[in-house]
């Protein structure tokens, strides 16, 4: 092997700057300082051209170096431009190539190519914003089949060390990378030309989309080696071609409600592209079974520890059934989005069409579709319909349908993907059973709330199922924590108090302080009372007057205990605390081009994780590892925040706020000026997070101000400095040995994990006090230390609490749900309320002689308002594409919310009537006016919720309060009234329905009075239930906003909003207006909105 | 018992300020700011990224096609030798009340929604600490002048700009959308008239006394009471004539114009009533299919939008100065951007955030002046450049706020008006 010192100090750029030549625009010049790992200066280039761009070289042969044998080119680059000027588009590239002629860019004569294109193209796949190694297999096309992906992404800075080891005679190279932390080699790798020998001109460039797009790039020394003749690379065989994994036998659907039906279903991702479905050697991903072949909702993919996944975009949806039908003909109709195709037997009968992308705002509002049968469900104007007329013979036939849902660009949800059949001019039903339902608007409805209750339920099933082994390690590792919990000395209980009664230990504490303090609880709380704050504590809601019946009906001993464990065991259960969390760890998903702080959203992993009953450690840890779907609720959706230059130093804030009690806010631009955190403290752990050193952005810092005093706050750090990961904590948690055995993930980066185990282990003698302090305050209306994110400095009101409940929360394998039990079921809850301020009072005063007085939440008032109306907020979905044509990414896809805290900021800071979402908003301006927060930059724990007239206003007058209190014919109060029973009767179930107690004997008789001549004569005899519900216009979104007609379209529904639900007609208006008023008056009352 | 734990208390007990000052501001620095005599704002917004080469600040003529420039011709002001667009007729004869801040610029041009926070706040968003508009600084400074009507009324769609961020719900506006809706939650249903709402208020007062009694002493209870009466007083048939335009004479009401000069007046008549800042969005993309967002056809009729601007903005402030109300109402023109001197490939406007113009009118301001230039192609500052916080600290020593006086979050951090924003002193002498 020799080695070619003159090439080399040729090759170096110091010294032969001149003997380069530029392809394109740019300016060159010798930096003064070497890369890393080099000595020689490095050669900087600034291109200004748009497209092609390269600095090249040959590399003749001489004396010593033959060109055409092996050889190995070593060298080091990096990457200096503006990283936003590498934007989103197929012509942002870099690449490095030989080629046997000069070229002004890589193209078909490149030999060995490595590159990184920042996005695909139509027609041209590439591995997005990756770097890879180009390895011909059918053919020199630009495009994913020809690529080996490395993995490793462009990061501005870093010093990329490249290695590629040619074989000139075959035709065949081997490649390495490096960016210091992460390498990937591959060999065998083929030449993109397809031709062997000589290719002595290396060109180091890309291309740009524009051309002032910085890419600016620093290139080390080039070392290039001559190998000795034996150093052949043998050519791998092609790789085969991308196919999906052979269904192994967990991939069928086993749920049981998804295990039966005539319809046999299956999916199949990463199809290879462009090619012709060949399904019989092809494995499914998943196999399940339908009641009919409709598709309004898709099992969810999970990851092992049932994190939501994003299947491959498209993937394909294959759908069998047998159908036997008497002989004639029939009409069978597809409806898809996109491209679909229906099979009867062999025989293609139908094809839709693919869908297409789009992105302005120019588009029409499409006209509303007639149907050709009366009364037939028309389905979305996204979707293509196509009928065929067949003729059966009355032998079963195998009708198959083939979909492909989603693709670039596009929402991959299967729409209202369907296919029905029925005689020419009938009612259709969708294909399956000769009963399988109409295709009427109605029976579509139900069948699609059936089909989403039925996913819903199979998808928790999964989620049981695929994380299995996950569940068990957690149980391992918990009886571990139990272990060594029993072995420490048990925490001493105060004795009894005289003449304060107890419940359980926690009353110990309270009372022994209660009496130390020379003062006197509250008494004990009626038991509807304590139905109310219990209902609302638990699941967010009212009790209804059923739940009241049901509780008044046990023995009055057991009744309370009775009450708790039916609570803790509601699905609401899971709802309640989701909005708490929300504020907690900032979710911000923002539904129209978020950028404002916006994170994804998290919002329906946190409701899966109380749902499952997942130990809180669990859920923490798979919060820190940031794993999952970015778009469809999990928790890698917390991994992002837009327009921040620091996403992670803002994570790093709010997982130490929520599970430390360690406030870094103060410490994210400068060191903290009253709290003992550096920002170095908030960048190691963020960097911890990044799984890599972090540099400190300039904008993260606080910059001196000419002609103002210089800051007082103490700046250590300097932009550009570079900081390792490292816990910042080490005073609350080290990795211990027990600490290494929490289960973690193996696919999150190494620090990000080693974060996780951090703040959760029981080693960690923060986060169980915190977390048990949380739910504390949640309850109480204060926190036994306070504030509760922020623990610095605060003093503890009552110490042994905090740490017998900690423990009790440890040994209770971190279930909220036994916390939250030993808190309701303890005499200290179950007082009446006190009318002080826990939160701000001071630990020494803070005695919890009984909670505080809390008003309801905003998710509690919106939630129990619509609850005991029984009405549907009537929402429109929150989204911004509903044609599906946009990418989920740029417009999420919130659903129609069911739970208040499914809602999100409406984003109209364009201020167009036509991205109003006039019904949303209706409940927005609710929920905003008592202090739920529209956009959640920040985390809250304590939430600014002070009375103000506003909310007096939007009960009395506003959009949500007219609609509760009017009687329409989806009111449950209509129904009450239209009850046969005498007045009196009625006024008590309000009563109990809306204040959930009975009235008093004088409240009785007001009531009545003012009800009781017109009650008399309520009844319009021949007045039938209106039940079409008016639903706000789904044909309006970013494609057409700017059209007219959407505009007016959204504003008619502003006005008709305002109008309030459509009256019934089954009450006479005398009547119905004398109830409405007496139903507006206890819902306007102080008492609704006070817990008790 | 109760003792209030802030932070804020504890240093005015304590004085331990060494450890814990906030960030430096003009006022630690003893220098006094401009104390303005405005007493209400009208910020009127054109949502979408005005052009200012088309309005305000017109260069060469272009011809929607390669050559960059204005896309009109220009006329003479009542300040000589200033010129503005030939749409602007009306307003070209006032222009002596108005100033021309024609050096505004900021560095987020890609994105509407985050311009427009931008332009509201004064920041850029935070992940540590949620900033309020500019309407609930001033609705939080200065309250409304009379009890019984809000501080701040939005006309434009609910966002997160305009919301109070920190300053808590209760610092936040009345919105409406529509004229004909009014305002939700102070709009009784249509089909409650006063009788009947009279009858609502007397049983609902029949429950609150009860429950009253039965909890005599609950704050709670009581001060929940005291809201609800207070905002029964704000929704009473006082303020609510105030939405009524029927009360103006016709001729007035015309002359202001269509949608938005309606809009106008009633922020004449919510000023009047003593709300002190009510934020008018103009952003109706029926005039000219884009509303200000030009692009591509949207170039082609908006003279349109610039004409109705220009009916409404000069009734507007000859109807204040009629009321004389002028010295004491700041009247902005304000957007989130504007828009480059050259034309798209289909005859329309891009965003162009580094060079646009706002205009103050009225406020007690020394008015007839023009701020700032941009350089000859109009895409450049050539003079005086003024940043958000510069310009939000214009607006609130026109309404005798101090730019630099620092309010506090829920958790005690203080956080100044504005970052270090410099009024324009000119304005004040």
């Known amino acids: 092997?020799?080695?070619?010192?003159?090439?080399?100090?040729?090759?170096?750029?110091?010294?032969?700057?001149?003997?380069?030549?530029?392809?394109?625009?740019?300016?060159?010049?010798?930096?003064?300082?070497?890369?890393?790992?080099?000595?020689?200066?490095?050669?900087?280039?600034?291109?200004?051209?748009?497209?092609?761009?390269?600095?090249?070289?040959?590399?003749?042969?001489?004396?010593?170096?033959d060109p055409a044998k092996p050889h190995r080119i070593e060298w080091r680059w990096r990457f200096d431009g503006k990283p936003g000027d590498f934007g989103n588009s197929f012509n942002d590239r870099i690449n490095f190539f030989s080629a046997d002629q000069p070229q002004g860019g890589s193209n078909a004569s490149s030999a060995w190519l490595i590159g990184i294109a920042a996005a695909s193209e139509p027609d041209r796949e590439v591995h997005e914003g990756k770097w890879f190694f180009f390895d011909r297999q059918d053919d020199g096309d630009f495009k994913k089949e020809n690529?080996?992906?490395?993995?490793?992404?462009?990061?501005?800075?870093?010093?990329?060390?490249?290695?590629?080891?040619?074989?000139?005679?075959?035709?065949?190279?081997?490649?390495?990378?490096?960016?210091?932390?992460?390498?990937?080699?591959?060999?065998?790798?083929?030449?993109?030309n397809d031709r062997k020998g000589s290719h002595p001109v290396l060109h180091f460039g890309g291309s740009a989309s524009n051309a002032g797009d910085d890419h600016s790039f620093s290139l080390g020394e080039i070392r290039i080696t001559q190998l000795a003749g034996d150093a052949a690379i043998a050519a791998k065989p092609a790789r085969e071609a991308k196919l999906p994994k052979p269904a192994s036998a967990n991939q069928k659907e086993t749920a049981p409600q998804l295990a039966n039906g005539p319809v046999l279903v299956q999916l199949f991702e990463d199809l290879p592209k462009g090619a012709e479905l060949d399904l019989e050697n092809v494995h499914a991903i998943t196999e399940y079974r339908e009641s009919a072949t409709a598709f309004t909702r898709l099992p969810m993919k999970y990851s092992a520890n049932a994190l939501p996944l994003d299947r491959s975009s498209p993937f394909v949806l294959l759908a069998r059934t047998e159908i036997v039908r008497p002989a004639g003909e029939y009409k069978l109709r597809l409806r898809a989005k996109g491209a679909a195709r229906l099979f009867v037997g062999d025989q293609l009968v139908l094809t839709t069409k693919p869908q297409k992308a789009a992105s302005d705002g120019h588009e029409d509002v499409p006209e509303l579709l007639k149907p050709d049968v009366v009364d037939l469900h028309i389905a979305h104007y996204s979707h293509q319909e196509a009928t065929a007329t067949v003729k059966l013979d009355g032998s079963p036939r195998t009708v198959t349908l083939v979909a492909l849902i989603g693709g670039k660009g596009l929402t991959p949800t299967p729409g209202e993907l369907s296919v029905a059949i029925g005689k020419p001019g009938e009612m259709p039903r969708l294909l399956g059973t000769p009963d399988a339902p109409l295709l009427d608007e109605a029976s579509w409805e139900y069948f699609a709330n059936v089909q989403a209750e039925r996913h819903r339920l199979a998808d928790a099933h999964r989620r049981r199922e695929v994380s299995d082994s996950v569940i068990g390690a957690w149980e391992r590792y918990h009886a571990q924590v139990r272990e060594r919990t029993r072995s420490l000395p048990p925490i001493a209980l105060p004795s009894a108090v005289a003449g304060l009664p107890e419940s359980n230990a926690i009353d110990r504490f309270i009372n022994t302080r209660i009496a130390a303090g020379k003062t006197k609880p509250t008494a004990l709380t009626e038991d509807l009372e304590f139905l109310r704050r219990l209902?609302?504590?638990?699941?967010?809601?009212?009790?209804?007057?059923?739940?009241?019946?049901?509780?008044?009906?046990?023995?009055?001993?057991?009744?309370?205990?009775?009450?708790?464990?039916?609570?803790?065991?509601?699905?609401g259960w899971a709802d309640h605390w989701v909005s708490y969390w929300q504020d907690v760890l900032a979710e911000n998903p923002g539904i129209v081009k978020a950028d404002l702080n916006n994170s994804g959203p998290f919002r329906w992993w946190l409701h899966q994780s109380f749902s499952d009953g997942l130990p809180f450690d669990r859920i923490v840890t798979e919060l820190v590892q940031m794993e999952g779907s970015l778009v469809q609720g999990a928790p890698a959706a917390f991994r992002m925040a837009s327009?921040?230059?620091?996403?992670?130093?803002?994570?790093?804030?709010?997982?130490?706020?929520?599970?430390?009690?360690?406030?870094?806010?103060?410490?994210?631009?400068?060191?903290?000026?009253?709290?003992?955190?550096?920002?170095?403290?908030?960048?190691?752990?963020?960097?911890?997070?990044?799984?890599?050193?972090?540099?400190?952005?300039?904008?993260?810092?606080?910059?001196?101000?000419?002609?103002?005093?210089?800051?007082?706050?103490?700046?250590?750090?300097?932009?550009?400095?570079?900081?390792?990961?490292?816990?910042?904590?080490?005073?609350?948690?080290?990795?211990?040995?027990?600490?290494?055995?929490?289960p973690i993930s193996a696919t999150a980066p190494a620090t990000r994990s080693q974060a996780a185990r951090l703040f959760v282990t029981l080693d960690n003698g923060r986060f169980a006090k915190v977390v048990s302090n949380r739910v504390w305050k949640r309850y109480f209306g204060g926190g036994l230390v306070e504030p509760?994110?922020?623990?610095?400095?605060?003093?503890?009101?009552?110490?042994?609490?905090?740490?017998?409940?900690?423990?009790?929360?440890?040994?209770?394998?971190?279930?909220?749900?036994?916390?939250?039990?030993?808190?309701?079921?303890?005499?200290?809850?179950?007082?009446?309320?006190?009318?002080?301020?826990?939160?701000?009072?001071?630990?020494?005063?803070?005695?919890?002689?009984?909670?505080?007085?809390?008003?309801?939440?905003?998710?509690?008032?919106?939630?129990?308002?619509?609850?005991?109306?029984?009405?549907?907020?009537?929402?429109?979905?929150?989204?911004?594409?509903?044609?599906?044509?946009?990418?989920?990414?740029?417009?999420?896809?919130?659903?129609?919310p069911r739970r208040a805290w499914e809602f999100t900021a409406t984003m109209n800071e364009r201020d167009r009537p036509s991205l109003a979402k006039p019904a949303a908003q209706s409940i927005v301006d609710v929920l905003t006016t008592y202090g739920w927060r529209q956009s959640r930059q920040n985390p809250t724990t304590t939430r600014a919720d002070a009375p103000s007239p506003m909310q007096t206003l939007l009960l009395a007058n506003g959009v949500v309060g007219t609609r509760i209190a009017r009687l329409s014919d989806d009111s449950a109060f209509t129904e009450l009234a239209l009850k046969t029973q005498p007045v009196e009767a009625l006024v008590s179930e309000t009563f109990l329905r809306v204040l959930n107690r009975p009235p008093s004997v004088s409240e009785t008789k007001s009531a009545t009075e003012y009800l009781k001549s017109s009650h008399a004569i309520r009844i319009v005899a021949d007045a039938v239930k209106q039940v079409k519900r008016v639903r706000p216009d789904d044909r309006i979104g970013w494609a057409n906003h700017l059209s007219t007609a959407a505009n007016y379209i959204r504003m008619e529904e502003e006005r008709r909003l305002r109008m309030g639900d459509e009256p019934t007609k089954r009450l006479r208006p005398e009547f119905r207006e004398r109830y409405e008023d007496f139903l507006w008056s206890l819902l306007n009352a102080s008492e609704f909105v006070l817990i008790p | 018992m109760k003792l209030n734990l802030n932070r804020r208390e504890f240093l005015k007990a304590s004085a331990a300020s060494a450890l814990t000052a906030p960030l430096a501001s003009l006022a630690d620095a003893g220098k006094a700011v401009p104390k303005g005599k405005a007493e209400a704002c009208i910020f009127l917004w054109m949502g979408g990224g005005m052009a200012q080469i088309d309005t305000f600040d017109p260069k060469g003529r272009g011809d929607g096609k390669k050559i960059p420039g204005c896309y009109y011709n220009t006329i003479g002001t009542a300040i000589p030798g200033v010129k503005i667009s030939e749409h602007l007729k009306q307003t070209a004869g006032i222009l002596d009340r108005c100033?021309?801040?024609?050096?505004?610029?900021?560095?987020?041009?890609?994105?509407?929604?985050?311009?427009?926070?931008?332009?509201?706040?004064?920041?850029?968003?935070?992940?540590?600490?949620?900033?309020?508009?500019?309407?609930?600084?001033?609705?939080?400074?200065?309250?409304?002048?009379?009890?019984?009507?809000?501080?701040?009324?939005?006309?434009?769609?609910?966002?997160?700009?305009?919301?109070?961020?920190?300053?808590?719900?209760?610092?936040?506006?009345?919105?409406?959308?529509q004229l004909e809706t009014g305002p939700n939650g102070l709009m009784r249903a249509p089909d409650v008239d006063a009788a009947r709402q009279q009858r609502r208020?007397?049983?609902?007062?029949?429950?609150?006394?009860?429950?009253?009694?039965?909890?005599?002493?609950?704050?709670?209870?009581?001060?929940?009471?005291?809201?609800?009466?207070?905002?029964?007083?704000?929704?009473?048939?006082?303020?609510?004539?105030?939405?009524?335009?029927?009360?103006?004479?016709?001729?007035?009401?015309?002359?202001?114009?269509?949608?938005?000069?309606?809009?106008?007046?009633?922020?004449?008549?919510?000023?009047?009533?003593?709300?002190?800042?009510?934020?008018v969005s103009f952003n109706l993309n029926f005039i000219n299919g884009t509303g200000w967002d030009t692009h591509n056809e949207g170039q082609r009729d908006q003279h349109k939008l610039i004409q109705e601007l220009d009916k409404a903005f000069a009734t507007l402030v000859l109807d204040l100065e009629k009321h004389k109300m002028l010295e004491k109402t700041l009247v902005v023109i304000a957007t989130e951007f504007g828009r480059p001197p050259g034309f798209d490939s289909r005859g329309g406007r891009g965003h162009q955030s580094q060079a646009f113009t706002g205009v103050l009118a009225g406020g007690g301001l020394r008015s007839g002046q023009v701020i700032g230039a941009t350089d000859e192609s109009g895409s450049k500052i050539a003079e005086m450049p003024l940043t958000m916080p510069d310009f939000h600290a214009t607006m609130h020593c026109a309404l005798g706020i101090n730019p630099h006086k620092r309010l506090y979050t829920p958790d005690d951090r203080p956080v100044p008006i504005t970052d270090y924003g410099r009024p324009v002193e000119k304005l004040f002498i």
């Open chain 1, 147 to 192: 690529m080996v992906s490395t993995g490793l992404s462009l990061v501005p800075g870093a010093v990329y060390s490249f290695s590629v080891t040619v074989d000139p005679a075959a035709g065949v190279y081997s490649a390495s990378i490096s960016d210091g932390l992460k390498s990937f080699s591959e060999t065998g790798l083929r030449f993109r």
């Open chain 1, 1 to 65: 092997m020799a080695c070619l010192s003159a090439l080399i100090s040729l090759l170096t750029p110091l010294a032969a700057a001149a003997e380069w030549q530029i392809a394109g625009a740019a300016k060159t010049n010798l930096t003064d300082k070497p890369l890393a790992g080099d000595t020689t200066p490095a050669l900087s280039a600034r291109f200004t051209n748009a497209g092609n761009r390269a600095l090249r070289r040959a590399f003749t042969k001489t004396t010593s170096f």
């Open chain 1, 535 to 571: 209902t609302l504590d638990t699941i967010g809601l009212v009790p209804t007057p059923d739940e009241i019946r049901s509780f008044l009906a046990e023995p009055s001993a057991t009744r309370r205990t009775r009450a708790i464990e039916r609570l803790l065991a509601h699905p």
């Open chain 1, 643 to 742: 327009l921040n230059d620091a996403p992670m130093a803002a994570k790093a804030d709010v997982l130490a706020q929520a599970f430390l009690g360690e406030k870094l806010s103060c410490a994210r631009c400068h060191d903290a000026p009253d709290h003992p955190h550096k920002q170095s403290d908030t960048f190691s752990l963020a960097a911890m997070l990044e799984g890599k050193p972090l540099k400190l952005p300039s904008s993260s810092t606080v910059s001196v101000v000419e002609g103002f005093r210089k800051p007082k706050i103490t700046i250590t750090l300097k932009p550009g400095q570079s900081l390792d990961p490292h816990w910042p904590f080490e005073q609350h948690a080290k990795l211990t040995q027990l600490a290494a055995l929490v």
């Open chain 1, 788 to 896: 509760a994110e922020d623990w610095n400095n605060a003093l503890v009101s009552h110490p042994g609490l905090i740490e017998w409940l900690a423990r009790e929360f440890i040994v209770s394998s971190y279930d909220l749900k036994a916390l939250s039990r030993l808190i309701f079921s303890s005499y200290a809850y179950q007082r009446r309320p006190v009318d002080t301020s826990w939160a701000d009072t001071r630990a020494e005063d803070r005695l919890f002689t009984g909670p505080a007085r809390r008003r309801l939440s905003a998710e509690q008032l919106v939630d129990s308002l619509f609850l005991i109306a029984g009405k549907e907020f009537g929402s429109e979905e929150l989204n911004t594409s509903p044609a599906g044509n946009r990418p989920l990414e740029t417009f999420l896809n919130l659903g129609v």
């Open chain 2, 99 to 177: 100033v021309l801040l024609r050096s505004l610029s900021h560095e987020q041009s890609a994105e509407h929604g985050a311009a427009t926070y931008l332009v509201h706040t004064a920041r850029k968003p935070s992940e540590t600490v949620v900033y309020p508009s500019i309407g609930s600084v001033v609705a939080h400074q200065l309250g409304s002048r009379t009890q019984a009507v809000p501080p701040y009324v939005v006309m434009g769609y609910p966002n997160i700009a305009r919301d109070p961020g920190f300053l808590g719900p209760e610092h936040g506006y009345v919105y409406l959308t």
């Open chain 2, 201 to 279: 208020e007397g049983l609902l007062g029949t429950w609150q006394k009860e429950f009253e009694q039965r909890n005599p002493t609950d704050k709670a209870a009581i001060a929940q009471g005291e809201i609800s009466r207070r905002g029964f007083k704000i929704a009473g048939p006082e303020f609510m004539n105030v939405f009524d335009l029927t009360h103006e004479p016709k001729t007035l009401r015309d002359s202001y114009g269509g949608e938005f000069g309606q809009r106008c007046l009633l922020a004449r008549r919510l000023v009047q009533s003593g709300v002190r800042f009510v934020e």
